[in-house]
């Protein structure tokens, strides 16, 4: 007769690899959302301001670094890990340069940030980590560290991630303002989709929840386990002494019933273990016969 462990939790720092398909289209909605208030916010400044939200990639922080970007780092006051926010460089400089009142031209030359453009991106960049850590619930957030290019960037920790590209078009100038979220960040974020994910695929027949069976394994339940339901009148119930004998109705040959509550679950037959009693699970109460 098999015996049931408890199977370790999941890893939250591997999680970020099951982005099956209900949660890339929740990550899709959110960058949506996403970039709706960001231009909505963005466009207080700017004119002329168009924002499209591609679809969110799983990825490795480092993948998202290369020469031609402008890399900021973005910090969570109270998550260890910290996450990127990268930006093309020729957007860079026409955001910073139509906040400042000029026309968002094409760059003539693509050059490191100075410290006063950065100052002004600083401007640009803020909202869209507040709205970032509001979305993905990362709690209180900060733009860090800037860096014009990757060649002055600390080699960003191998964790993994997702991105979530929002595609910007100002005038003639097209470019990406790419947030790489760590899984440090999205712990939270995550364990929401696994419960909201959880009571979706509960409704699925023939179908092992594994989301499932994890969010409610520390769950205590009671499990009865006894004859099948006995009626009996109240007068009888009422004048049961020691030694009276109550007809059930059931064969010597017949199984036992484990129910929760009113749900029956499972026929099962008295065994013994050792020295204990045990119940051994001979076949499981279909669904629809299983409430009485």
């Known amino acids: 007769m098999a015996q049931t462990t408890a199977d370790a939790q999941p890893n939250p720092f591997e999680q970020i690899h099951l982005l099956n398909d209900d949660r890339t289209q929740f990550f899709l909605r959110t960058a949506e959302s996403l970039a709706e208030r960001l231009e909505e ?54 955001l910073i340069t139509t906040m400042c009142g000029g026309h968002p031209l094409p760059a003539p030359d693509i050059r490191p940030l100075t410290r006063l453009e950065i100052g002004v991106y600083n401007l640009i960049l803020t909202p869209v980590v507040q709205m970032a850590a509001e979305t993905f619930m990362m709690g209180p957030a900060t733009v860090g560290l800037h860096v014009s290019g990757a060649s002055g960037l600390p080699d960003a920790k191998m964790e993994p991630g997702v991105a979530v590209p929002l595609d910007v078009k100002m005038g003639d100038i097209t470019g990406r303002i790419t947030l790489g979220l760590t899984a440090t960040h999205l712990q939270t974020y995550l364990e929401e989709l696994d419960r909201m994910n959880a009571g979706r695929l509960a409704k699925k027949k023939d179908a092992r929840n594994e989301q499932l069976v994890t969010s409610v394994r520390a769950v205590p339940m009671e499990l009865i386990v006894g004859f099948d339901t006995v009626k009996v009148p ?46 051994e699970v001979t076949g499981r109460i279909a669904s629809d016969e299983g409430v009485q």
């Open 41 to 94: 916010t963005l466009s207080r400044w700017l004119s002329d301001l168009t924002i499209t939200p591609g679809p969110p990639d799983e990825i490795q922080l480092p993948d998202l670094i290369g020469e031609a970007n402008d890399v900021a780092l973005v910090t969570a006051d109270y998550h260890l890990g910290s996450g990127l926010v990268i930006t093309d460089l020729p957007l860079a400089l026409a």
């Open 234 to 279: 109240a007068g009888v119930l009422a004048d049961l002494q020691v030694g009276d004998v109550l007809r059930t109705g059931q064969m010597l040959s017949q199984s036992l019933v484990a129910r929760v509550g009113a749900e029956r679950l499972f026929s099962v037959r008295a065994a013994q273990q050792g020295q204990r009693l045990v119940a």
